[in-house]
Structure formats: structure tokens, C-alpha cells
């Protein structure tokens, strides 16, 4: 192995240990929710710290291997991602933050309903980045697509949640405060949704050079 | 690592430019050093008022068939081209191409700057006055000023006109030797690695350099530099054991190149 491998592989280590945080984070974030344990939830605003830590590390090392190593082709394209990826995933990671957030004050009233939806969307979204972090780690543009189609169910869970919520909150005012902050859980994993389907499209980009952001699905 | 020349000789990317946009056509060109090839049917055209770059690891070739083009290798014992090269759809060996002309319409730069031993005006004025390109002194002033104005020099060297060109720094006496091969009105400069024995600020110079002169003449360059051909040319070819592998847009080539050799060879994996 050449130094520059060496030194790429170790940057696709640290994406990697990144991701795995920001898996647990939106895990912890809406078991906190589901449990109804506000502890757990402190836990994922207090660890944000670490993402955050990887993010701005990622990024320097990113700018180092640009600067010195002035890498070309496929090498330029992963380190490109590479930065492109860890803002996705340290957006991703706070909107765990929020969904912790609106877990504890949520926590502090009685559950307004059980929560079937939210922790469907949570295993969507987790799913959507682990695969795609191993379509990034692997060079896999089929699975980074496939990722991106799984997309429209996120948004359709989305919908389904605020039509139910809407109902409930017509039907009885006094619910509004608790059925607004879900829907707030629910959007902020939407967003989660659309930050892994951003790295899906940057995976690609760096497997086949092609820029295919802002495409229909039929043209990706 | 060896290709095998009959079944990989294909070159990659957009070689050849149907657009009308091509100065200068080369096709099916093979040189020999002796019984040996050294180019292997190279089909490639070269873009009007652009920087073309020469890419490839040593011995691939690509200074070999630079010197194609000006019909340099001519000069060169048991040297043999085969192939058609053509300039403004003429065939440069046409037995009435007198290569002496032909070389004062293809200006070319050498990796060492090798200012003649005479004045700095002496050098700029030698290609003209045996060109006759000028009728008197005056206009003979007026070719020396202009190309050494064009080719960023004159305002360093305006008060030593008479000073040897060999007193010149590295970087100087290099843009001198872009002055003199542009003093005869060239339409085509060759550049082989012209920047390599100089450092990085007399390399910033030239580079700017190059760039200004694409307005007004087509310009290839062979480096050894892959930043310095990501920077001044417009296309890049890139020439392994003889071959041309792949010929495309700078920015395709060192962004996303469509053969493996030159993916590899682009991000340090052998050469």
C-alpha cells in the first residue's frame, strides 16, 4: 500500500466510526421517545459532541490530503465526498439532537398515543445510513441508488402522521401542543431521510463522476 | 507492464475533434528508432488557439512525437516516421514542405532555456531577420519589442537590450526563448516541459504566460507535471509505452478519465 492508500483508508475509517455514531444517536433518539426515557435522550444530546468532533476533524484531514497530496481522478472525487458526507451526517446527527429534544418534553406528558409510525421511519432511516456509509465504504453505486428510491416512503410515513395528527388535533384542541412536537419528530426524520438520500447522490458521484442531484428518479 | 499494441490501441475519450475545430491532424502515425517502435498508431487531433498537454510516464513517447509535429525527428539518425500529419489540412511531409519553413510557423520550446550566446535583442531579431520578416531597423525594433511584450519579459529587460541573454535569470531567459519562437509569427508553439528547470515562481510566470498566448496560437506542452497540465491546458493526452491511451478534456481527465491506465497513472498508482 502506497501512503496516500494508506492515508485515504484511514480517512474512510473515521467516516465509517462517524456514521456509527450518528446510527445510534437517531436510534437512541426515538427509543427515548418510544421508552419514554429522558435519560437516554440527555445521552444523545451530550455525545453530540463527539459527531461534531469527527466532522471538523474529517473536514481538516480532507483539506490536508487536498492541499498536500493534490490528488486526482478517483481520489480527488472520495476526498470530496468524504467532506460532503460528514455534513450530511453531522446535520443528520442533530436532527437526533432535536428528535431527543421533543422526546423529553414530551416525556413530561401523557403519551398521547402509541407510537407505531415514528419507530418505522427511525429503522427506515437507520437503514437508509448504514447503507448508504457502506455503498461510500464498498464503491457501491447500485445500493446508494436503491437508497434514494427508499426515499419516497419516508416521505409518504411523513404525510401518513401529519393527516392522523391533524385529525387528532381537530378533534380535541388540548392536544396540539404534544401532536405539533411529533410532527416535528416526524419531519426531523424526514430531513434524516433527505441527508442520507444527499449521500446516496455523492456516492454515486464518486463511483461514476456523474453529478446526478436535482435528476428524476427515471434519469438517476 | 506491457499492453499488447494490437488489442488495446484504441485510444479513449475524443480524440479526434469533427467540429472544424482542429489545427493540426495526425493519423495512423508510427515512429521508429531503428527497428523499434516508438509510437504506435497515434490518431489525434489538436485544437486551433488551445493548450493541448502531453501527459505520460518517461519513455511513453509523447516528446518523441512532439517532435513529430515540427518535423524535429527528421533530424534525428534512423529515426522513420510512418502516418499522416497534417497542419490546416496540409501534409507537413510532403516532400515541397521546406522543414526549415515549416519549423518558423511551429515554434518550440525546450525543457533547458538555450538563449543564443548574443543580446537579448540578437535573439528575438535572429528568427525575423532570417525570415525576413522585416524590411528595416524600425520595423526590426517594433517585431523584438512586441515579442518580448508578449512574452512578459520587456519590462524586466527594456534597459539591457544589449546585455548577453545568458546573463538572464532561469525564468527569463526561458520567456526569452518564448520571445524568439514567437517572434517569427508562428501559429503553433511546442513546449517540452518547459517549466522543469525552473522554480515555482518563474513556473507561475510562464504558466500565466501560456495562457495569455492561447488567444493567438495553438500550444502543446509536454510536463511531467500533472498539476501544471491541470492548470494551463484546455485538453490532455495521455501516452503510455507508446500509445495514446486516452485523449479528452483536461478537466474530464484528471476528474473522471474513462481507462484505467490513465485513472492510474493520474493518482500515483504506478509511473
Known sequence: MTVRSIELAHLKEKVLKMAALVEIAI????????????????????????????????????????????????????????????????????????????????????????????????????RMVIDTINAFI???????????????????????????????MTSDPSTISRAVKITYISKYLERIGDHATN?????????????????????? | ???????????????????????????????????????????VDIAEKEVTAFIGPSGCGKSTFLRCLNRMNDTIKGCRMEGLITIDNENIYDRNIDPVLLRARIGMVFQKPNPFPKSIYQNVAYGPRIHGLARNKAELDEIVITSLKKAGLFNEVKDQLNHPGTSLSGGQQQRLCIARAIS????????????????????????????????????????????????????????????????????????NPEHKLTMDYITGRYG
Request: aromatic share 4%; hydrophobic share 40%; proline share 4%.
Open chain 1, 27 to 126: 436510534k437512541k433518539s426515538v427509543e427515548a421517545l418510544v421508552t419514554r426515557d429522558s435519560e437516554l435522550a440527555v445521552q444523545v444530546i451530550k455525545e453530540d459532541h463527539k459527531i461534531n468532533a469527527y466532522d471538523v476533524d474529517i473536514d481538516e484531514e480532507c483539506i490536508r490530503l487536498l492541499a498536500l497530496k493534490q490528488p486526482m481522478g478517483k481520489d480527488l472525487r472520495f476526498i470530496t465526498t468524504a467532506m460532503k458526507i460528514t455534513t450530511d451526517l453531522e446535520r443528520i446527527a442533530d436532527n437526533a439532537v432535536n428528535i431527543a429534544e421533543r422526546a423529553i418534553e414530551l416525556n413530561e406528558e401523557p403519551q398521547l398515543k402509541p407510537y407505531v409510525d415514528i419507530p418505522r421511519m427511525s429503522r427506515i432511516t437507520q
Open chain 1, 138 to 168: 464498498n464503491e457501491d453505486k447500485l445500493l446508494a441508488k436503491d437508497v434514494i428510491m427508499r426515499d419516497d416512503e419516508i416521505d409518504d410515513l411523513n404525510e401518513v402522521i401529519w393527516q392522523e395528527l391533524m385529525k387528532v
Open chain 2, 1 to 43: 507492464m506491457v499492453i499488447p499494441h494490437d488489442e488495446n490501441t484504441k485510444t479513449v475519450g475524443s480524440p479526434l475533434l469533427d467540429d472544424g475545430s482542429s489545427k493540426i491532424s495526425c493519423r495512423e502515425v508510427n515512429v521508429y528508432y531503428g527497428p523499434k517502435r516508438a509510437i504506435h498508431d497515434v490518431n
Open chain 1, 199 to 220: 449521500i446516496a447522490e455523492t456516492v454515486v458521484y464518486m463511483v461514476d463522476g456523474r453529478i446526478i442531484r436535482h435528476m428524476t428518479r427515471d434519469k438517476i
Open chain 2, 184 to 255: 517569427v509569427e508562428p501559429e503553433i508553439i511546442l513546449m517540452d516541459e518547459p517549466c522543469s528547470a525552473l522554480d515555482p515562481i518563474a513556473t507561475g510566470k510562464i504558466e500565466e504566460l501560456i495562457d495569455e498566448l492561447r488567444q493567438n496560437f495553438t500550444i502543446i506542452i509536454v510536463t511531467h507535471s500533472m498539476q501544471q497540465a491541470a492548470r494551463v491546458s484546455q485538453r490532455t493526452a495521455f501516452f503510455h509505452l507508446g500509445n495514446l491511451i486516452e485523449v479528452d478534456s483536461t478537466k474530464t481527465i484528471f476528474v
